[in-house]
């Protein structure tokens, strides 16, 4: 039997029943509106750093910054995303999905009304970034404990899968605010349009229960955790991150570079980003139908889509339409299969597991971009290559990063503990 994300695993305990939310009263927990939410929070908590990205032509002229400029700010955002990651997995574990998440929305809204209003310098644009990177880490990781605590075990593949598509949405609204928006009442409407847009998200965040406090002596979660192919897996989702956010960051401005409209590149963006989010949701389905090799699937997806971000340096519409439908149907599609894989060996703190992994595709987020503004300021095509490879590296740590779950004690023993759960059931 396969065992990277074991399908007998178990959910949270709390998954598809009616809980209390801490007042006495009980609260009825849908599985489908907790993959709403998750989906809602984590689109809105990630929109501002796309928004950027979608419009940087636009920005840019106005603030005066090229390429490796918006590398430097798309870095600063997912630096800072690495270093509250683990923070924020302690306080989603701590305080619950319901205040966490409405935090992370609030933060991303509050950093896109600043940027409207404030952004007249580059200085000023990268704070506001750098400040809603803490709602980005809370809007992730909360929806991670929803879905694990309230979704049934036979659909949290799934729901991984349509919770991470909210990374291609968010792209795919940016892309779309070009022609609509950025290039008819200017680039700082489409700001306010999304600080306006994480308002209707508050209703639809996560409401979960406040955790109950943790016995005093009782067992250390953290000590189950396979810590160290934990950060294995990280390492690879650093590189893959590194690649993949470029699509999301610099396809508009490397098609308009390469002698393309903004309104074109804007529209094949869109398509990428639909693509992505039908890919995520499609392999979450898929994972829920496997045995296992979850984490070998991920390697193969960064394998092919290694191949789209190539054909993004031949140039011309042909190459960009498939290189972009390449790179974000499968380069960028893993998110949502890893997540599920991490959490099924550790359903018992799994916002802290993820953020290890998280913080991972941080630092890629961080470092990808700066390298790739820093090549794309002399070569586009040099620097898509140079991303293709990066994804190569990251297809084998995933290997790697899986050899060693599987030979983790602490591994071994969740799903000694998962099959043991499930020949009970059976024989009941």
């Not at 396969?2 to 009616?18: E, F, N």
């Not at 609260?27 to 990205?53: D, E, M, Y």
């Not at 600063?76 to 690495?82: K, N, P, R, V």
């Not at 519409?317 to 599609?333: F, K, N």
Request: charged share 10%.
């Amino acid at each position: 039997m396969r065992h990277d994300g074991l399908r007998t695993a178990v959910a949270g305990p709390q998954a598809g029943r009616v809980v209390s939310d801490g007042s006495g009263s009980p609260t009825s927990q849908s599985p489908v509106r907790a993959a709403v939410g998750a989906v809602a929070t984590t689109t809105a908590a990630v929109l501002p750093i796309f928004l950027v990205g979608g419009l940087a032509v636009q920005i840019g002229d106005e603030l005066g910054f090229s390429p490796a400029g918006l590398g430097v700010a798309v870095a600063l955002y997912f630096g800072a995303s690495a270093l509250v990651s683990l923070p924020a997995g302690w306080l989603v574990e701590r305080y619950g999905d319901r205040l966490t998440s409405r935090a992370g929305v609030l933060i991303s809204g509050g950093s896109m009304l600043g940027t409207a209003l404030f952004a007249h310098s580059y200085p000023s644009l990268v704070v506001a970034m750098v400040f809603s990177a803490g709602g980005n880490a809370l809007g992730q990781l909360s929806s991670n404990l929803s879905l694990v605590r309230l979704v049934p075990r036979h659909r949290q593949g799934l729901s991984f899968g349509v919770k991470q598509s909210a990374i291609p949405v968010a792209t795919l609204l940016a892309g779309a605010s070009v022609p609509t928006i950025a290039l008819t009442v200017g680039w700082r409407w489409a700001f306010v349009a999304g600080a306006a847009l994480t308002v209707l998200v508050l209703p639809l965040a996560p409401r979960g229960p406040r955790p109950a406090p943790r016995p005093k002596g009782g067992p250390n979660r953290g000590a189950e955790r396979a810590t160290g192919p934990l950060i294995v897996v990280a390492l690879g989702a650093a590189f893959a991150a590194a690649s993949a956010s470029a699509l999301g960051i610099f396809l508009v401005d490397s098609a308009v570079a390469q002698g393309i409209g903004a309104a074109t590149a804007g529209a094949v963006l869109t398509l990428g980003s639909v693509i992505g989010a039908i890919t995520r949701v499609g392999g979450g389905w898929l994972a829920d139908r496997r045995g296992g090799n979850h984490l070998a699937v991920v390697a193969g997806t960064l394998g092919v889509g290694a191949l789209g971000l190539a054909l993004l340096a031949v140039g011309g519409t042909p190459a960009l339409v498939i290189g972009t439908v390449v790179g974000y149907g499968l380069g960028w599609s893993w998110p949502g299969v890893l997540n599920f894989a991490v959490v099924r060996l550790n359903p018992a703190a799994p916002a802290s597991a993820t953020s290890i992994t998280q913080s991972g595709v941080y630092v890629g987020g961080c470092a990808g971009p700066l390298l790739f503004g820093l090549i794309a300021a002399d070569s586009y095509p040099t620097a898509w290559l140079v991303a293709a490879a990066a994804m190569l590296v990251a297809a084998a740590l995933m290997l790697i990063g899986r050899r060693l779950l599987l030979a983790h004690p602490a591994v071994r023993a969740t799903m000694s503990r998962q099959l043991g759960s499930i020949a009970t059931s059976a024989g009941e």
